[in-house]
């Protein structure tokens, strides 16, 4: 596909994180872009600040007439767009080139040298950082998160290089074409998709046989490739971690060098793995060291990946994209790595009955790590009720004390309440629309 000769692209689903990265990127390159969501967000708005046209009514009607012309229009959409949907049938119906969004990922890298990373958990804030080491390289960056350092999911730069997150759901990382890649985890998920664990980890296994270069992976991963780890030995180790002022101070051997006095403001354990993985990723492509540890040092983090929205002495509001349970034990950890002795309460809004269903008893567990914690009702997204599958049946399942179910609209109130210092709102739902709201109660709450 000769993507410049394209005039129109229309995405369906464009306020999704990674849809939207795609409409940004042709919207700057030129390309007349449109397209349809479910509901306004921040998202839908930043793009209609940038003349992308948006509604949220599922009509043919609403296909601006421009777009009516299919030999100019290309058509992109979410696999999360259901099948019955009005405007994608329209399109599929009348001939029309229609893609998902993974197949113009690969469309748009393939003629890049590309820089994946893979993983259950991780890839969003990896990817992150990577194209943070890889903008002054010129490559541009296709994120999963909205990057803090540039208040966007795309570090626009030239056609040389490309750095993807590289997406597990729905077996789209196997559409790329990677020249370097990592594999951050292979946790068990999304078996609406997969069935069973065992066809993701096959998933996985077929995307490591589609890179071309290098492989990187976790020490401990059934992939074979270069490793990393954390005070352990691996080809890319980290070690002598301290914590200075807030941030983590650490040395880097590498296959072939090292490097000193690394430092990296996010915390966790998680988060500096998350950063050895794309400092090996930059080091195998042939960026100095030195400049590595530089734009390390200047990484801001990613939006709702341990995001603090507020932080005085008396109340801390962390927000986090977690919703599964290695990621909400990686919340907890990091937590009591900086507030040991303080009172921490988790809000978790379940994403999908299925995954709820299919991990119960480790939800229970990660949030039990907790001193406090409050459920919203389980958020659909996609997927319909499973009989007995709901909050209450999850909350039973927790095993500390401090624990009740709470509806959206009395968040903030009971919130107030709480004699928590630390609050940890998580979950990739609509709760992330909830913080605002609850920061603003807080800071009414702690005025002086």
Not at 46 to 62: P, Q
Request: neutral net charge; aromatic residues 8%.
């Amino acid at each position: 596909m000769n993507l410049k000769t394209i005039h129109n692209v229309y995405f369906i689903g464009i306020g999704g994180i990674g849809m939207s990265a795609i409409a940004r990127y042709f919207s700057v390159n030129g390309k007349v872009v449109a397209g349809y969501d479910k509901t306004p967000t921040p998202i839908t708005k930043s793009l209609e600040e940038i003349r992308v046209e948006v509604h949220f009514e599922d009509a043919v009607k609403n296909i601006p007439i421009s777009f009516l012309n299919k030999e100019k229009t290309l058509v992109v959409y979410t696999p999360a767009v259901p099948k019955n949907h009005q405007e994608l049938n329209y399109f599929i119906d009348n001939g029309y080139t229609v893609l998902k969004r993974a197949e113009l990922l690969g469309e748009i890298t393939k003629s890049t040298f590309c820089l994946a990373v893979a993983g259950t958990h991780g890839k969003t804030t990896t990817s992150s950082i990577l194209g943070h080491i890889m903008q002054p390289e010129k490559a541009t960056s296709f994120l999963g998160g909205i990057a803090e350092n540039y208040n966007s999911n795309l570090i626009l730069g030239e056609d040389k290089v490309s750095v993807v997150e590289a997406d597990e759901f729905d077996r789209s990382f196997l559409k790329l074409s990677p020249n370097i890649a990592c594999v951050t985890s292979m946790d068990a998920d999304h078996l609406d998709i997969y069935g069973e664990n065992e066809f993701l980890q096959q998933s996985f296994r077929d995307f490591a046989s589609k890179v071309s270069d290098t492989l990187i992976v976790a020490k401990g991963l059934p992939l074979k490739g270069l490793t990393y780890a954390v005070n352990e030995e691996a080809d890319y180790k980290a070690y002598n971690v301290k914590i200075e002022e807030g941030k983590y101070v650490f040395d880097v051997k590498t296959p072939t060098s090292e490097i000193k006095n690394v430092a990296f403001h996010l915390p966790g354990n998680h988060n500096m793995m998350n950063a050895l993985a794309a400092l090996a990723i930059a080091d195998v492509y042939g960026v100095s060291l030195e400049k590595v540890k530089k734009q390390l040092s200047s990484f801001k983090g990613v939006q709702r990946r341990f995001s603090y929205r507020l932080k005085t002495e008396d109340i801390v509001l962390i927000d986090d994209y977690a919703h599964h349970p290695t990621e909400i034990k990686a919340v907890a950890q990091s937590v009591r790595e900086m507030y040991p002795k303080e009172k921490v309460l988790a809000v978790f809004q379940p994403h999908l009955f299925s995954r709820t269903r299919d991990f119960a008893d480790d939800f229970a567990k990660a949030l039990s790590l907790f001193d406090e914690v409050f459920l919203l009702d389980i958020y659909p997204a996609r997927e319909l009720p499973i009989k007995g599958v709901t909050s209450s049946w999850l909350l039973e399942k927790i095993t500390i004390d401090d624990k009740k179910l709470i509806s959206k609209e009395k968040l903030s109130d009971e919130i107030i309440k709480s004699e928590s210092k630390i609050v940890t709102m998580l979950g990739a739902g609509d709760i992330g629309l909830l913080v605002d709201e609850v920061k603003d109660k807080l800071k009414e709450k702690h005025k002086k």
